[in-house]
């Protein structure tokens, strides 16, 4: 058995959990007894904890790019020295040098995406973070309180960050309410009730796939979707808010649909919607990304070119359409599938196949994980 000291959050319970959560359903319906298990208690794990391998998921989760802390510091030092494999699932959402500082006390560090270039993990990145430091060198914007530097890596340790999945796995629609008490829920020991209140994951058996919208009937009325609310940290956001800043200096601003509404609108909007724009958020990888591609929008996004990621929906051209990270085509791209009707629909019913088939591959595809740690 293989113990998870798992963080409940939204994001953990209906997202990066999931792969967790069909497998021990399925094992329980194949009588094949428990393979995790799940605690919030890194004090249980040092005090009672019998078996030799651990995996941590979202732990010492910091929305700002700072190091350990002391105390995570120290409670990382006692459980490398109380297990024989720590496996680590990371929490943030870019594609980074955030939590770096764990290599020296786990065996495997994951994150939901990895540098294509394995040479970005060599450079001290303002923010830990490869679009917050091109802003940050290209605009001169700075985060308060200012970053301080992060941690350099040798070329081998380069090497060691690993691709696990995004959260393309997760629940869609987001509820928000059901999921806040979900998440209360699962803290408080009922999990499996909390996931059940905040709604489906995306299915793992084809049976259960989301089904697709209506790609090639009917005419949708809003031309692109783009209401997005900036981040707080200010190298992270500033994309966001130069895509808005631009959109409001457009001629041709009426195409964009802007501002904030409430989720339910928000959903009946994407569905109307030919296009979606989605700028980076506290990661590349964005909830809204999956939002559209589950809705038949066509996804315009910046180049994510720097990322691999799994599902892949980032093909270019094949299933999304990328920007330039300074926005300088971003109306032209807009106005150019908004002309073309035919590739626009092709692009979007291609992205849904495509996130499909990688839905369909997470058993296997976990399953293969964890064969490392029982073979």
């Not at 990382?76 to 699932?89: P, W």
């Not at 540098?115 to 490869?130: A, E, I, P, S, V």
């Not at 430091?133 to 350099?152: F, W």
């Amino acid at each position: 058995m293989i113990t998870v000291l798992v963080c409940y959050e939204r994001i953990s319970l209906y997202h990066t959990m999931v792969p967790f959560f069909l497998k021990e359903k399925s094992s329980r319906k194949k009588q094949a007894g428990k393979i995790f298990r799940f605690t919030r208690r890194a004090d249980w794990c040092l005090r009672h904890d019998r078996n030799s391998v651990l995996f941590m998921e979202r732990c010492f989760q910091h929305r700002e790019p700072r190091d350990l802390s002391p105390d995570e510091l120290e409670t990382m030092k006692r459980l490398r020295d109380k297990y024989k494999t720590i496996v680590f699932f990371c929490g943030q959402g870019e594609a980074g040098t955030n939590r770096l500082d764990l290599l020296p006390f786990v065996d495997r560090l994951f994150y939901k995406s990895v540098f294509t270039d394995r040479g970005n993990y060599l450079k001290d990145l303002y923010g830990k973070n490869l679009f917050a430091d091109y802003y940050h060198r290209r605009y001169g914007v700075a985060d308060d309180p200012e970053y301080s530097g992060g941690q350099l890596l040798s070329a081998a340790e380069a090497r060691r960050p690993e691709l696990s999945w995004n959260i393309g796995l997760g629940t869609y629609p987001r509820l928000h309410w059901p999921q806040r008490l979900g998440t209360v829920l699962a803290r408080s020991g009922m999990a499996g009730l909390g996931r059940r209140i905040g709604g489906k994951p995306a299915a793992a058996e084809p049976r259960e796939l989301p089904r697709p919208p209506d790609f090639f009937g009917g005419r949708r009325s809003i031309a692109v979707h783009a209401r997005i609310d900036p981040v707080s940290c200010r190298s992270i956001a500033y994309q966001r808010r130069l895509f808005l800043d631009l959109i409001a200096g457009f001629r041709r601003k009426d195409l964009f649909l802007t501002g904030m509404v409430p989720q339910k609108q928000y959903y009946r909007e994407l569905a109307d919607s030919k296009i979606a724009l989605s700028p980076f958020g506290w990661g590349e990888v964005c909830f809204r990304d999956f939002e559209a591609i589950l809705s038949g929008a066509l996804l315009l996004k910046p180049d994510m070119g720097h990322v691999t990621t799994w599902p892949d929906v980032y093909i270019p051209y094949e299933t999304y359409i990328p920007l330039a990270w300074d926005g300088s085509d971003l109306l032209s791209q807009a106005q150019r599938y908004l002309e073309d009707e035919g590739k626009r629909r092709r692009i979007a019913a291609n992205a849904f196949e495509v996130y499909q088939k990688a839905l369909a591959e997470l058993p296997d595809r976990f399953d293969a994980l964890l064969g490392e740690f029982f073979p």
